[in-house]
């Protein structure tokens, strides 16, 4: 890169986004590490500025539009202006439809497509000052309809919708938007899904790997070899795509 780049990675923490900070920040840029708690970040930052990488943790809700535009004045101030933004925070509330309350639905919402909405809206001005941006949403596999997450299917294929939106509004500013939709990847979260269904998360894995083509459960390390591709100078005619990254083939 001609010019050392800033990007803000959400839900970094722990998880996905720890894994595409730390390859993005491998790869040359500087890193903030934001999650709703700051102090959570701590592990990421130091994985990190010990690896001879620049990264901040910085403290920020991304439902709420506030705390994002507070959280990006700072990051500016101390890294420099964003110009690649990772929206990949998430929660789950997952419930069958008979179960889900509104709250369940609501909070899901908030967090992936409100989330979403605020970090790009509040990052896109400094890209097209700068006449280059890399957006990459997080979706899912799920997107394609789950028994169990009505909620978070419709917010990830909410999230396809909006890429490709600000792909057509963006595009003649430098800036490209695209979403990677993970199918089982081995985190947190997907241990409490785990724990949901009643099963141990190792015989979770072994029964999932089982129903995937590469016979293996996805690492975080995969999500951020394609983050780190999408983010690059030479992906800039790649946007408005969703790259399944699940194994195998999904619809």
């Not at 790869?27 to 903030?32: I, R, S, T």
């Not at 994002?68 to 990051?75: F, N």
């Not at 101030?77 to 179960?99: C, H, M, Q, W, Y």
């Amino acid at each position: 890169m001609s010019e050392t780049r800033t990007a803000i990675v959400t839900g970094a923490a722990r998880g996905i986004g720890r894994g595409v900070a730390q390859r993005l920040a491998a790869d040359g840029l500087q890193v903030a590490v934001l999650d709703l708690d700051e102090a959570a970040c701590a592990e990421t930052v130091e994985s990190i500025t010990s690896a001879g990488g620049k990264a901040i943790a910085v403290g920020a809700n991304v439902a709420d539009a506030d705390s994002v535009e507070s959280a990006v004045e700072r990051v500016t101030s101390e890294l420099g202006a964003p110009t690649v933004l990772i929206n990949n925070a998430g929660i789950i509330r997952d419930n069958l439809l008979f179960k889900m309350t509104v709250d369940d639905w609501d909070a899901v919402m908030g967090v992936h497509l409100r989330g979403a909405f605020n970090m790009t809206k509040a990052v896109q001005k400094h890209m097209t000052e700068a006449s280059f941006g890399r957006i990459v949403n997080l979706s899912s596999t799920s997107a394609l309809g789950n028994r169990g997450q009505a909620n978070y299917s419709a917010a990830k294929a909410g999230i396809q919708g909006f890429t490709k939106t600000l792909a057509i509004e963006l595009g003649k500013f430098g800036v490209t938007a695209n979403a990677i939709a993970p199918g089982f990847i081995q985190t947190d979260m997907t241990a409490a899904t785990a724990e949901r269904i009643g099963v141990a998360f190792d015989d979770f894995i072994k029964f999932s790997a089982e129903q995937i083509p590469v016979q293996r459960v996805g690492q975080p390390e995969d999500i951020a070899h394609t983050a780190s591709f999408l983010v690059s100078e030479g992906a800039g005619f790649v946007s408005g795509q969703v790259i399944y990254v699940a194994g195998g083939p999904k619809d």
